[in-house]
């Protein structure tokens, strides 16, 4: 399995343990819960299984407390409309190294995961 096939799995495996406990609210936990610290919010999201080739404009998302986080989502200065980086070798750059893809952000946000 290729890296970013690894990480994508562990994105979703991640996700669905996280909203797991939420059924009821959504429906059914569909896929992985990220945080957004800059609004203090829970977003749902898709996974879409794309690797992307590591150019253009990319957000980390990184496990924190709350699950999966990202500093910026929908309607702030900074978000990438779901382009994401994995920072895979733990130098906080992006490289060939790392891991990228898309996974949209499904709004609205909410204040419980």
Not at 1 to 21: C, N, Y
Not at 43 to 64: R, T, V
Not at 85 to 100: A, L, P, Q, V
Request: hydrophobic share 35%; charged share 25%.
């Amino acid at each position: 399995m290729k890296r970013a096939e690894i990480a994508i799995v562990t994105i979703a495996v991640m996700g669905l343990l996280l909203s797991a406990g939420d059924v009821s609210a959504r429906g059914a936990a569909e896929g992985p819960v990220i945080y957004v610290e800059s609004q203090g919010l829970f977003y749902d999201s898709i996974l879409a299984a794309m690797e992307l080739p590591p150019n253009g404009p990319f957000q980390e998302l990184y496990p924190c407390d709350l699950g999966l986080c990202t500093e910026f989502g929908p309607g702030d200065r900074g978000h990438r409309g779901g382009r994401w980086w994995i920072d895979e070798n733990g130098n906080r750059e992006m490289d060939e190294d790392d891991t990228y893809f898309s996974c949209p952000l499904l709004g609205p946000g909410r204040e419980e995961p």
